[in-house]
């Protein structure tokens, strides 16, 4: 990064598994002149999101120890050049994953059917797959249907049955490899790759091996000493920085499985744990190591040591990574713990009800209903039993996190990366300086900013339409999965004050997604690619920027305490009701729970009430309408729980 770099950023990242080859370069072009503060991303956002965290504690090292002398090659972004560069090297991604034993032939198969191979070939490997898998029971299945065709009518029979004998032992072979396939899954933490090798003398270490390397290196900490959340929030500041409660702040999105929910990591307020023996299987020893010693004394359950897992900014941001990186069957889902009580629980009072609410410092939803589960440390004496909870890719539940790090009027700019495969968005990448000429001219013609306040807002499309029906039916089927995965991110993507900041990285279909063997041409198109996102985040107008936030906020909160009064006002009231808006606007009756600590807390409370009953009824009665001439759609403000 350049001594020099005044301003600052967050930035939040997508996930595309191999897609994120994108991210390095526009991270290392943004860091020319912006400093980062906020990071967040998801899958393969969150690795890109954690290596720049961790190269922003290295730069911030650096600068701190006041040496003229260059970056060394290992640390800060510095060393991210060198992370680039390996992931942009033929071959490289594709070493990175080692199969689970077992598993070798499933895991081929699937990079054969994500890759670039034509229709036939990627028939003839699926065709050779099931018999590589599970060729025992293909043998002796067309032995046994042989047989019987040779008992029933010798050797004419024989040549009669040897096609449908054929047909039916392949048919059975298959039933046998899915059911194999599936075993060793679950054996493998539900997932043919686990991150970690499966043999001692690898000649290139695992994912997540690689990535606990890279963490250390970038951040410039010892190998034994994993990095954590909290040296990001006490990294060294730079001269002048604005004042915030942490340095850098991390964030990534996982997906409960078990809870069906999304959830942000770090955990702050968590009550998990962890076996050791499942946690091996997945991260390097020295991390396990560390995580073991910070739990301290483990709970012995069924003859199993559960170990709590470390929280307020001791979880390893290796754990955090691995959690959002689940692709899920590709890679091992991540298996956490959480008590349950087999007895039951004392009936509460409302008054104990409202002070185990006050007691709490939540402030999401998840974090809520951590301290409400049945087996809860503030709910039983002793832990009687643990169940698993699975967390899988985040990408399922919250593949674009463009929520992340927003705030009404942002101090700085909130980047974001989106990539996008135009031939199944109409989202336009327009060529802006003619035609292109050369590699890197195309790259910059697939990359967008909405530099306007019209553009941007257009609906994504995903035609269906093949010319085979089955491809069809799948084709409608896949859209109802993404429109699941992915509606919420998009409808904030096109809203105003959010669009202006999200660069658009066109990618091709042989670019990234499943395709984990690119060509060297390929991969150094998508390299070119994220260079020309991070250059193309400097025409963004931060003035404009935060003049739309700004009317966003004045006719969303017009409108809402106009709402507020409407309700308020209601002549005559309903008398069954009447009780309940007298508690609210007098304090009399009393309020059943969440009482106010203070008289003095609930005399603000009632007078904010009449504030904004008052101000709600002047606007809607003489204006003026703030929401006159502002961006549509209009901006809605609504109380919804956080994750």
């Known amino acids: 990064m350049s001594l020099t770099a005044t301003r600052y950023c967050d930035l939040v ?24 503060k906020n990071i967040g991303g998801t899958s393969a956002g969150a690795i890109a999101a954690a290596a720049t965290a961790a190269a922003a504690v290295g730069d911030r090292k650096h600068v ?25 090297s033929q071959g490289f991604i594709f070493g990175l994953f080692h199969p689970a034993r077992g598993a070798k032939n499933a895991y081929r198969l699937i990079v054969t059917l994500a890759g670039n191979a034509g229709s036939l070939r990627k028939f003839f490997a699926a065709m050779i797959a099931v018999v590589a898998v599970a060729p025992l029971e293909a043998l002796l299945l067309l032995g046994l249907f042989l047989s019987i065709a040779y008992g029933l009518a010798g050797t004419p029979g024989l ?3 040897l096609l449908p004998s054929g047909l039916c032992a392949y048919l059975g072979a298959a039933i046998a490899a899915i059911l194999r396939v599936a075993r060793v899954a679950r054996h493998n933490l539900l997932g043919l790759c686990s991150g970690r090798s499966v043999r001692k003398n690898a000649s290139q270490p695992a994912l997540t091996e690689w990535l606990h390397d890279v963490l250390q290196s970038l951040s410039g900490k010892a190998e034994a000493d994993p990095l954590r959340f909290d040296d990001l929030w006490s990294a060294p500041r ?68 559960y170990y709590k897992l470390p929280v307020n900014g001791r979880m390893p941001v290796l754990v955090a990574m691995r959690m959002s990186l689940s692709f899920p069957l590709l890679i091992s889902a991540v298996p956490l713990h959480e008590p349950f009580a087999r007895r039951p629980r004392p009936v509460e009072t409302a008054d104990e009800a409202t002070n185990d ?37 985040g990408g399922v539940a919250s593949n674009f996190p463009l929520h992340l790090f927003d705030a009404p009027l942002p101090r700085w700019p909130t980047f974001a990366i989106n990539l996008v495969y135009p031939q199944d968005s109409d989202i336009a990448m327009p060529v802006e300086n003619g035609e292109p000429q050369d590699a890197r001219d195309k790259a910059e013609a697939s990359v967008w900013l909405p530099l306007h306040n019209n553009r941007g807002w257009q609906r994504s499309y995903r035609s269906i339409a093949r010319p085979v029906a089955l491809a069809e039916v799948s084709a409608f089927l896949f859209g109802i999965i993404s429109t699941m995965q992915n509606w919420r991110d998009l409808l904030q993507s096109r809203a105003p004050g959010q669009r202006d900041r999200i660069v658009h990285v066109s990618l091709d279909p042989a670019e990234g997604g499943m395709n984990l063997d690119m060509s060297q041409a390929i991969l150094d198109s998508i390299a070119l690619k994220g260079t020309a996102a991070g250059e193309r985040l400097y025409r963004f107008s931060f003035a404009n920027h935060y003049w739309v936030r700004w009317r966003n906020v004045a006719s969303g909160l017009q ?85």
């Not at 990242?13 to 912006?34: E, Q, W």
């Not at 090659?73 to 510095?78: K, P």
């Not at 951590?370 to 909870?389: D, K, N, Y």
Request: with cysteine; hydrophobic share 40%.
């Open 13 to 36: 990242m997508k996930g595309g598994i191999t897609s994120g080859v994108v991210y390095p370069n526009a991270v290392l072009a943004l860091a020319r002149d912006f400093r980062f």
């Open 357 to 393: 609410e006050e007691a709490g410092k939540e402030t999401t939803l998840s974090q809520s209903t951590e301290g409400l589960t049945s087996g809860g440390e503030s709910r039983a004496s002793a832990i009687e039993g643990f169940r698993v909870c699975w967390f899988s890719d």
């Open 159 to 161: 040549a009669a049955a």
């Open 559 to 643: 409108r809402y305490t106009i709402r507020i009064a409407a309700s308020a006002e209601l002549a005559p009231p309903i008398p069954a009701y009447e009780a309940a808006f007298e508690a609210v606007r007098t304090g009399t009756p009393p309020p059943h729970s969440y009482k106010f600590r203070s008289a003095e807390a609930q005399a603000a409370s009632q007078k904010l009430y009449a504030e904004l009953v008052a101000r709600g009824t002047e606007w809607a009665d003489l204006g003026p309408d703030l929401s006159h001439g502002t961006p549509r759609p209009l901006p809605q403000m609504q109380i919804t729980p956080t994750y």
């Open 238 to 305: 730079y001269p002048g920085e604005p004042a915030t409660e942490t340095a850098i702040t991390l964030q990534m999105i996982t997906t409960g499985v078990s809870h069906h929910e999304p959830r942000t990591l770090p955990f702050t307020d968590a009550t998990f744990w962890f076996l050791r023996e499942e946690f091996d299987l997945l991260f390097p020893r020295i991390v396990v190591d560390a995580m073991v010693a910070e739990s301290g004394v483990p709970d012995r359950v069924d003859g199993k040591a």
């Open 64 to 88: 701190a120890s006041g040496s003229s002398a260059p970056c060394p090659a290992t640390l800060g972004f510095s060393g991210l050049e060198r992370v680039a560069a390996e992931l942009s």
